[in-house]
């Protein structure tokens, strides 16, 4: 009895800490600069976390960063999430740690229930659970990443030729760089806020001192789209030998719709193979039902009754 109270008590206060990790680490902001210094923050604690200056201060959530870079492979676990949490967008100032306290809740979790479950089975079953959970644990955190790194991506593909565009008229009116993608960066927050809160987030480097080279590498490195890579180039290189960028800006808006058009097309040419699948494996049985099984059953009705004839 003792033992069932605690198992549900500590599997209560998992999952408690888990909704608040979660929360935690998926809560959206709305102030750029406050991102970009959250970020540097982040960044800090991440490189402090894997070269073992964090060993004996910084905050709790700091520790498990040193804790996790101690494990083998740790570092190289530690740095290909935070790239991915950046990708994401998910940019807070103790995300990394974070994440990795969720993933460590979660292998807990998985391997509480997965003992629970085999507790009456053989040590071999025991490990076995064991070494799925913490798998299962794994793998489940960066299958959610990954997720959201691709709709954040999507968003921002889909929201930049539009932007491009409207960027390009801005800087048309005789506006500098910095403040055009500002002006851009407010009108298009309520359209296409993933990529207005970068632009912003490039301005407000920049005005805090940075090269705008390094910022905008920055930029494509916290996106990793070709489109934006493009698009950083054309504005250094403009920007370095003085040609017309608001032109640029408009004959690269146009490639970019015309890129748009050729994905939407090519995932309409995909949809129909996509469908076969579920179609073959739940609609045409159901039709098969459908159509042949009541005449299989009239047919075997009517030699039911010419048995009971003869």
Not at 3 to 17: D, E, M, Y
Not at 57 to 84: A, K, M, Q, T
Not at 223 to 232: F, M, P
Not at 238 to 266: H, N, P
């Amino acid at each position: 009895m003792l033992t069932n109270i605690l198992f549900f008590l500590v599997t209560g206060a998992t999952l408690s800490l888990l909704i608040w990790s979660g929360r935690e680490l998926f809560q959206t902001q709305e102030d750029p600069l406050g991102d970009r210094l959250e970020e540097l923050q982040s960044q800090a604690m991440a490189v402090a976390a894997r070269t073992g200056r964090r060993k004996s201060s910084g905050s709790g959530l700091g520790r498990i960063l040193y804790f996790v870079s101690l494990i083998p492979g740790g570092d190289d676990w530690l740095h290909e999430s935070d790239r991915h949490l950046r990708r994401a967008g998910i940019r807070r100032k103790n995300a990394l740690a974070i994440y990795a306290l969720l993933t460590a809740l979660l292998i807990l979790s998985f391997t509480a229930v997965m003992l629970w479950l085999n507790r009456k089975n053989p040590p071999a079953s025991l490990f076995t659970g064991f070494v799925v959970s913490c798998i299962i644990g794994v793998i489940f955190p960066k299958i959610v990443v990954t997720r959201l790194m691709k709709r954040y991506r999507r968003k921002l593909q889909e929201a930049l030729p539009d932007t491009v565009d409207l960027l390009g008229i801005v800087l048309g009116t005789g506006l500098a760089l910095d403040q055009a993608m500002m002006r851009v960066s407010e009108e298009m927050q309520y359209i296409y806020p993933a990529l207005a809160n970068e632009f912003a987030t490039v301005v407000m480097q920049v005005r805090a001192g940075q090269e705008r080279t390094k910022s905008f590498d920055q930029f494509v490195r916290r996106t990793g789209i070709e489109d934006i890579k493009s698009l950083a180039a054309m504005i250094v290189q403009s920007e370095k030998f003085g040609t017309s960028l608001a032109q640029a800006l408009k004959v690269y808006a146009d490639a970019l719709r015309t890129r748009r058009r050729l994905r939407a097309e090519a995932a309409v040419g995909k949809a129909g193979i996509k469908m076969l699948f579920p179609i073959v494996v739940f609609i045409l049985p159901v039709l098969f039902v459908v159509t042949l099984v009541p005449g299989m059953l009239s047919v075997l009705k009517d030699l039911k009754l010419l048995g009971g004839g003869r």
